[in-house]
């Protein structure tokens, strides 16, 4: 008899590990539950989507129901998962149509329930027109708000990626754009100077950017009308709540599954829980950090695919490794490029590495191409041995995507004097003659 | 008694060395002899400033002669050395606009000569509208042709970066355009299949692609009227001739320095010619290839740069080491790049290598993004370690800077198993979940 894998979740992880299990195994059983209505689909393209810029829902989808019936695989969605017996390898599922309750048997299970956005418990939450963006229900939503109330004042509650991405769309249609971050600059997982060349662009573009405030509560009668802060009282017809991702870990609940940084469920490099025969893989999950050296939770997109992959080949009986990540992330906000990798000055300070940056102003591409715009990139490297530790970029088209040159030079350990004249491209359109990262290198 | 240092030479190799020599060392006397009227300019920017792309000359001049002066450079142009007294530590330089020779002592000598394209000895190569394309004189003359004579039938002979660069011009204001590859392929230094993809486009655009064609002479009475080649006779009244260059280095006869490969001055890591006190760096001399393991001629304008620093450090008491080089490259033809770096196949079975290879065929953005395009990436790796050996890329905007991860790779000598789960940049408009490099390392 064929083994059975159970698949919980229909997203990135889910689906990449039903997909990868079934490219291991022809024979096993695959079957994915799913709470949601859509599966398979791309998540961070939804600011895109509320923008415009993506014609219909569809476009996110990366694969239908149909598209996995053919690889033998059983997707079942709005069917939620309410429990797991891990001691008779069982779990319990809710049909959400039917409200019926019925069970089903695996031999491996593999949770990618994912993450949601986190909702502070504030007066006011209740209101019309507060949203977060998670699914292509959310951004649904959302649409239909912004077509049929037309806000024109808007609050952006987070100053990360996806609040900013979100602005763009605002501005462009002329509101007056108010970004509301606790702390004391937007994009905090990058360093206060560069986040600062943002800022002033923003300020430019007419966003108003207000660091180190607190949301208090929300006021209106049925709709929301102002963003309470500790600062004072911001007018809104619309507000974005994104602060952040809480990983659906309910699940776990009885089953002797440990869970680590942030309550994400603990993973081994296989996606291995501490519980035979389950895994876990996505924004439920750890994920190590190969600079930490420790587990954390940093949950996006691309990992996730990596994670459920790795899951669905060993959940197989597969024998895949994920090594882990370094933190590299990268954004468009309007015009402006920002990206990551590595340690962040301030977290070379927490871990208490000893650390040389360097930061420099350059350019995108030879200073007489028309094309040509502004590129602000710092190093961090490791003061005695110059391993290279981290890299943040902010520019204009053609900047940020550098950054996978310093993930791959820290992925495999390099050193700033490995790397100082490395024979990178050089052609007009594409960079000075001087490489911004080797200006930067040559900082050092 | 400060020392003195003369530099041959006033492009990129030749004006980093002074530059960097004088940031050495504030009290050298530095003097810079150059047969040419136009110093310190971007060779690489010609085909842009031709197209239009760029307004005016003086835009391609990173620094003028007064910008040397300010740091007590002492530039003289139209000053050509004609031989070199070695024993005695002398040059003679020719006043090009008086006709007078003069004499000058150095205690150190860079020679930056550079080079001068290559031409045949074929009948007809005097008659008007054949040009090649090296300095800003080349760039005016075939500016003034182009307004004067509107040529419509455009032979470009060789299929290398500056030939298809140029095509682009032509294609636009509506000529025919006919390139004409000795090779069996254009870009000859990236292998046969990605080659292809760039002759299908050019194709498409209606650019005529010949190969495995070979010129024999020119025909036309005072103007150019037909390219006679092994295979026919094709109508042209413009014709570009970039079938490479060659080192100047005449002006070490009788000097004692050695020639390496091609004729272009052998260097060491130091840019030290075998000659005591003479250094050499730029397009007339060689350069160290990193995974060749040897002395090779590969003239670029980024390697001129980074020679010229080191040679003019070095000059200065300094004691700084270039690497060298791995063959990376890059250039866009019309909307599409292309890019490689390391060996190509056909390299590695030159070198008795034995290789793996990988070709994917992917996105340059998330499916769904409207600026989402494909992108062909080759990769190639030693087949038993695994050791990143080369990368080449075609594909549309935003496809082919992604060299730089492989050259990075490739420079610090990374295996594909070190990178292939590694954490790259992801957001839609960066690039699909999976890195199109990502998807080709896990093809192994």
Redesign the interface.
């Known amino acids: 008899m064929s083994k059975k894998l159970i698949v919980i979740g229909g997203v990135?992880a889910g689906m990449s590990a039903a997909s990868k299990a079934r490219r291991t195994d022809p024979n096993l059983e695959i079957t994915v539950y799913t709470d949601g209505e859509y599966i398979s689909y791309?998540g961070?393209?939804l600011p895109?989507?509320i923008g415009g810029?993506?014609a219909s829902k569809e476009?996110?989808i990366?694969r239908s129901i149909a598209d996995f019936k053919k690889q033998n695989i059983d997707v079942h969605t709005f069917s939620k998962v309410e429990s797991i017996d891990s001691d008779n390898k069982k779990v319990f599922i809710r049909d959400l149509k039917e409200n019926k309750l019925y069970e089903d048997n695996y031999d491996k299970l593999i949770i990618g329930t994912g993450a949601r956005p986190f909702v502070p418990n504030l007066d006011g939450m209740h209101l019309n027109g507060i949203f977060t963006l998670r699914t292509i229900n959310d951004g649904l939503n959302i649409i239909e708000f912004l077509k049929k109330e037309r806000p024109k004042n808007i609050s952006i509650i987070g100053g990360g990626?996806i609040g900013l991405e979100m602005a763009e769309n605002f501005v462009e249609n002329g509101c007056k754009v108010t970004v509301i971050e606790r702390a004391p600059h937007i994009i905090p997982n990058m360093d206060a100077d560069m986040a600062e060349i943002l800022t002033k662009y923003l300020l430019e573009k007419g966003v108003d950017i207000r660091t180190r405030e607190t949301v208090k509560d929300f006021s209106g009668n049925s709709s929301v009308k102002s963003v309470v802060t500790d600062q004072g009282e911001i007018p809104t017809d619309f507000v974005l709540l994104s602060i952040g991702v809480v990983p659906n870990t309910e699940i776990v609940e009885g089953t002797g599954i440990k869970l680590g940084h942030r309550n994400a469920i603990l993973v081994d490099h296989k996606m291995n829980t501490n519980v035979d025969g389950i895994l876990a893989a996505g924004d439920c999950a750890t994920v190590y950090h190969?600079i930490y050296e420790k587990d954390v939770y940093i949950p996006?997109?691309?990992?996730a695919?990596?994670q459920g992959r790795v899951a669905g080949e060993n959940a197989a009986g597969g024998n895949a490794e994920?090594?882990?990540?370094?933190?590299?992330?990268?954004?468009?906000v309007m015009e402006m490029?920002v990206?990551r990798?590595g340690l962040s000055e301030r977290e070379c300070q927490d871990l208490g590495i000893h650390y040389e940056s360097r930061k420099i102003t350059s350019l995108t591409a030879?200073?007489?191409?028309?094309t040509s715009k502004s590129i602000h990139l710092k190093l961090i490297a490791e003061r005695d041995s110059g391993r290279m530790l981290g890299a943040q970029i902010v520019g204009y088209a053609?900047a940020?995507?550098?950054?996978?040159?310093l993930?791959?030079?820290i992925?495999?350990n390099?050193t700033v004097s490995?790397?100082i004249?490395?024979?990178?491209?050089?052609?007009?359109?594409?960079?000075p003659?001087?490489?911004p990262?080797l200006i930067a290198l040559n900082q050092f």
């Open positions: 990135a791309a961070c393209g895109y989507f810029r993506i476009d996110l990366a990626y190969l996006l997109g691309t990992t695919n990596k994920f090594k882990g990540v370094i933190g590299t992330g990268i954004a468009r490029e990206s990798t030879a200073h007489y191409c028309p053609g940020a995507l550098r950054i996978d040159m993930a791959t030079a992925t495999v390099s490995q790397l004249d490395m024979d990178l491209a050089y052609s007009p359109p594409f960079s003659v001087w490489d990262v």
